[in-house]
Each structure stands twice: as structure tokens, then as C-alpha cells.
T-cell receptor
Framework: DAGVIQSPRHEVTEMGQEVTLRCKPI?????LFWYRQTMMRGLELLIY????????DSGMPEDRFSAKMPNASFSTLKIQPSEPRDSAVYFC???????????FGDGTRLSIL | EDQVTQSPEALRLQEGESSSLNCSYT??????LFWYRQDPGKGPEFLFT???AGEEKEKERLKATLTKKESFLHITAPKPEDSATYLC??????????????FGQGTILTVHP
């Protein structure tokens, strides 16, 4: 079975550029989550969707971050403009139901120079 | 606010030396506690879900237990391939963010041959 698919796996860009991260959840999963992982702060939830609708975006650090889920099989996380402090590993996860285990992709390692 | 504290931060074991990892949590109402394993460069991989105090789950050399305040991940006769970061997360029954997990900082386990 295909797991959660994220692209790109690595992204290196210069400060001020727009960055778009992509995620394809597991088919049939109704919940999709975006996380950020850093050494200092660990794994932080940024935003999550239920049936393509954003439920909680309280973890989105600032207006430079936005996320969309136009359909059940695709989501994007966009950073515009990017800053060096946005450098981290970004994970997407999905689950069948809110109380079910979340299954993670292998992440996008983002470096902002 | 939900809090999850894992200890120790790092643990070094010799192959075959059994030990336990701790996850202490504070939530208004526990809906579920999750254990994950994370290998370098990979996303967290789901291991166990525990829903109520007294519950236990086992998988190969791993056994997870749950009380009203903490969970333990017992590792029996570990092998070098058990080396990874182990993450604990809680799902709070309270509030409006159904599906939202709060993660601990993780325990880095290293098993030497």
C-alpha cells in the first residue's frame, strides 16, 4: 500500500523566495496534518484538515504560511516569503479518523539560505 | 495546555540489556496515547496506541503500558536495529481540536552490539 507521499524531499532556496511543499495522503484517510520538526522545538503541529476543510491552524507561525487542500488526495503548504528561521523538516501525516494513528510521510528537508 | 515529557533524553544500551522509556503526560482527558519510532531521515512510524489505564500492547521486543499519568515503553533484549528516536504523543479528549496530537521531545535510543 502506498503511504503518505511528500515532495520534494529536499529544498534549498534563498531567503525571500516562495516555497511550496506537497503532500498526497493515504487514500481513504479523512484527516491530513502538517507538522514541522526542529531540534529546538521538536515536532509541532502547524495545521490540520478534516474532509479537506481546515480545522485548526493555530500552529501556523505567521501569515507567511498558508495551507490548502483542494481535494482529498492533495495538499500544499506554502511559505511566502521564506526566511532562514523557516529551515526545518516538514512532515505531512494522514489518518482514517481523528482518534486513529497518524501515518507520516518521509518529510521535506527545507533549507533557507 | 497539554504537556508531554519524555525521559531520558538519550539512552545507551548494550545489546541484550533491557530497559524502559518513560512518557509523562498532563491532559484534561486522555483520548489516546501513541508511541512512534523515528529513524534518521524518515518520518515517525506508528508503533502502538493505548486508550485506557492498565492497557498493554506488545510487538516483538517492545511492550507499551499505560497508567493515568504516564506510559512506559519497555525494550526487552534490544538489538542494534532498535536504535532510533522514540516519540510519545497524546490525543486530548477535551477542547475542539479533535484529532490533534501533542508530541513529546523524544528519547534517542542507541543499542551497541
Amino acid at each position: 500500500d502506498a503511504g503518505v507521499i511528500q515532495s520534494p524531499r529536499h529544498e534549498v532556496t534563498e531567503m525571500g523566495q516562495e516555497v511550496t511543499l506537497r503532500c498526497k495522503p493515504i487514500s481513504g484517510h479523512d484527516y491530513l496534518f502538517w507538522y514541522r520538526q526542529t531540534m529546538m522545538r521538536g515536532l509541532e503541529l502547524l495545521i490540520y484538515f478534516n474532509n479537506n476543510v481546515p480545522i485548526d491552524d493555530s500552529g501556523m507561525p505567521e501569515d507567511r504560511f498558508s495551507a490548502k487542500m483542494p481535494n482529498a488526495s492533495f495538499s500544499t503548504l506554502k511559505i511566502q516569503p521564506s526566511e532562514p528561521r523557516d529551515s526545518a523538516v516538514y512532515f505531512c501525516a494522514s489518518s482514517f479518523w481523528g482518534n486513529q494513528p497518524q501515518h507520516f510521510g518521509d518529510g521535506t528537508r527545507l533549507s533557507i539560505l | 495546555e497539554d504537556q508531554v515529557t519524555q525521559s531520558p533524553e538519550a539512552l545507551r544500551l548494550q545489546e541484550g540489556e533491557s530497559s524502559s522509556l518513560n512518557c509523562s503526560y498532563t491532559v484534561s482527558g486522555l483520548r489516546g496515547l501513541f508511541w512512534y519510532r523515528q529513524d534518521p531521515g524518515k518520518g515517525p512510524e506508528f508503533l502502538f496506541t493505548l486508550y485506557s489505564a492498565g492497557e498493554e500492547k506488545e510487538k516483538e521486543r517492545l511492550k507499551a503500558t499505560l497508567t493515568k499519568k504516564e506510559s512506559f515503553l519497555h525494550i526487552t533484549a534490544p538489538k542494534p536495529e532498535d536504535s532510533a528516536t522514540y516519540l510519545c504523543a497524546v490525543h486530548n479528549a477535551g477542547g475542539t481540536s479533535y484529532g490533534k496530537l501533542t508530541f513529546g521531545q523524544g528519547t534517542i535510543l542507541t543499542v551497541h552490539p
